[in-house]
């Protein structure tokens, strides 16, 4: 399956993201409020980079208070630039690349134009499914074999 078929299947496509201008203050409300744990950052609308709690603790590790670091705008502290995959990506192709590059979220762009954002949740979840359902095609082959 790719991550457009797996997008069509989604309920919620709203994308919570952020300008490269804002705060760090202001992305890490948006991140609480939203109880999400990143968000891409936008230059129009392209993706400039992705701001995650990593970003936040590496800011804050890096010495000095923590209300100079919150003060900050958000393209000084993000991960820039973003690792992003597009519709025609396989899932399992997805997995490998966040799996290997130590990340949990990608942008899913057309052209430069952000059209999507997906967690490893997302597609673990989508891949579990897909295991049950291949498990239960098996058990019922082999109850009427």
Not at 46 to 59: K, L, N
Not at 63 to 92: F, N
Not at 107 to 132: C, H, M, N, T, W
């Amino acid at each position: 399956m790719t991550i457009g078929r797996l997008l069509e299947r989604r309920e919620d496509s709203a994308i919570v993201s952020c300008p490269r201008s804002a705060t760090v203050r202001e992305a890490v409300r948006l991140l609480a409020a939203r109880r999400i744990g990143a968000l891409p950052v936008m230059d129009g609308n392209a993706v400039a980079g992705i701001f995650s709690e990593r970003d936040i603790v590496y800011c804050l590790g890096e010495g000095g208070p923590g209300e100079v670091c919150l003060d900050d705008a958000v393209e000084k502290v993000m991960t820039s630039p973003a690792i992003t995959v597009d519709r025609r990506t396989s899932v399992l192709e997805a997995l490998g690349l966040m799996t290997r590059r130590r990340i949990r979220h990608l942008p899913v762009v057309d052209g430069d134009r952000l059209i999507a954002f997906v967690s490893i949740g997302d597609l673990v979840k989508y891949r579990l499914e897909e295991i049950q359902s291949e498990a239960e095609s098996l058990r019922e082959y082999i109850q009427t074999a």
